[in-house]
């Protein structure tokens, strides 16, 4: 195939998940009003724009103070929607399309990635799956951060692979800077820089030199970060780098409800609530400590609780992995309609990943077999699964690692494509030997 029918056939399929992408935001998640992260996003973009700077956004804060309940990207990328103004349904659709357009790019990152992994049909099959799978178009229907997350953890993915191939310095820098950009959509991104760019750095070729290399990316990931968590040292009374929001996290991921109750291996706000005194004045349960002041002490809340329930944690920790990968608590996700998503989503979406998970695993042993380059595409599924069983699960928490499930099913859809061909014995034993002839250059970085 040329590189210029691949670039057509590519353009293609994302011109198609963009459209799916517009009718499900036009049919399905313009009107959803769900009181949950969307709402901070939206409304700390437009603070942003009135000139408030990275303060509570909530209108029902008579003095609101400095916040970092997430970190910045996210929010930033949402302004050019809220500048443009209008009434309140025009800046969400915009916002929503925003989301939309950054999920069709995701589309194309993955079709470069299987192309680089092996070759171009692979490239638009990976593409199509991720065009289609539900995990990703319901995250681009909404105001999150899982799409932009997914996009750039992506272009990490992409980077490292090639790092793996041949390093160079702006590659590495490139690499670098993304995975300072993933910190400052999700906190829990910046592992994308120890666990996968560096170590692809180091396990590449030696021009440049790779110790070099690797010092280039940590400094362009650090000048991406840096202004933020310096920004963060100076407004907060405790010491806050990328967000507060490890305090929320940690005390609603650990309570009764969530090791003993409904919201087994989930989050639970109630047990965040539970942690707020009663306002006399209102009756309603508030916090009016700065905002660090209170991720400390719920931090130090959620920790004491944990140390003293470790009999239980095994289970808590089956049950927030088996919900990251839609194998446990699907009917109660569906059935309560969780972050914006439908109970038919949430649905196609865990069939979908039923289908997807051993696809990519035959696909892992297809890359192995033929000595590709596999370890970079395995290290999001791993990260993500790990953070899940650290702190608590969810579906959407997973979408990081969707452009690597779609790589790897697509390298076992076209490799059984490859042995249906007549003839395929001899076929695909010649495909093999000029297969590692032409990647003989990557031999050596394979995982």
């Not at 790779?210 to 202004?227: C, D, E, L, N, S």
């Not at 095994?314 to 927030?320: D, G, I, K, N, S």
């Amino acid at each position: 195939m040329t590189t210029r029918r691949f670039a057509a056939v590519l353009a293609l399929l994302a011109v198609a998940a963009g459209i799916g992408r517009v009718v499900y935001v036009l049919t399905v998640t313009r009107h959803d009003r769900g009181l949950y992260d969307a709402a901070f996003y939206e409304l700390a973009a437009r603070r942003l724009v009135e000139g408030g700077g990275f303060t509570n956004p909530y209108p029902f804060v008579e003095e609101p103070g400095p916040a970092a309940d997430h970190p910045p990207l996210t929010q930033l990328v949402l302004v050019p929607a809220a500048a443009l103004g209008g009434g309140d349904e025009a800046i969400r659709l915009r916002m929503r399309f925003t989301m939309v357009v950054l999920g069709t790019a995701t589309v194309v990152v993955v079709g470069l990635i299987g192309r680089s992994v092996r070759d171009e049909r692979t490239g638009l099959v990976a593409a199509g799956i991720a065009a289609v799978n539900p995990s990703l178009w319901m995250n681009d229907g909404l105001m999150m951060s899982e799409t932009p997350a997914t996009l750039v953890a992506a272009g990490c993915v992409g980077l490292a692979v090639v790092l793996r191939h041949r390093v160079r310095l702006g590659t590495a820098v490139a690499a670098g800077a993304l995975a300072g950009l993933a910190a400052l959509t999700r906190a829990e991104l910046a592992l994308l820089l120890p666990v996968l760019v560096v170590p692809a750095i180091l396990g590449g070729r030696e021009r440049p030199p790779r110790r070099w290399a690797a010092t280039a990316a940590v400094a362009a990931a650090g000048v991406v970060v840096a202004p933020w968590v310096v920004f963060n040292l100076v407004r907060f009374e405790e010491p806050t780098f990328l967000s507060t929001g490890d305090g929320l996290v940690l005390r609603g991921a650990n309570c009764d409800r969530a090791f003993y109750g409904d919201a087994l291996g989930a989050w639970s706000v109630f047990c965040v609530l539970d942690s707020f005194p009663v306002d006399p004045r209102s009756g309603y349960r508030v916090d009016l400590d700065e905002q660090s002041v209170t991720a400390r002490r719920l931090r130090q809340e959620g920790l004491a609780y944990l140390r003293g329930h470790l009999d239980r944690l095994p289970v808590v920790v089956a049950a927030r992995v088996g919900r990251l990968w839609s194998v446990f608590g699907v009917a109660q996700s569906a059935a309560t309609e969780v972050e914006g998503r439908p109970g038919w989503a949430t649905w196609t979406g865990a069939a979908f990943t039923w289908i997807i998970v051993p696809l990519a695993i035959a696909g892992a042993v297809v890359v192995r077999r033929e000595r590709r380059c596999l370890w970079p595409l395995v290290v999001p599924v791993v990260a993500v699964s790990v953070l899940a069983a650290v702190f608590y699960g969810t579906a959407r928490f997973r979408a990081p690692a969707e452009p690597s499930l779609a790589v790897l099913a697509a390298v076992a859809v076209t490799s059984g494509m490859r042995a249906r061909r007549p003839g395929a014995g001899g076929g695909a034993q010649a495909g093999s030997a000029a297969s590692a002839s032409a990647s003989a250059s990557s031999a050596s970085a394979s995982s």
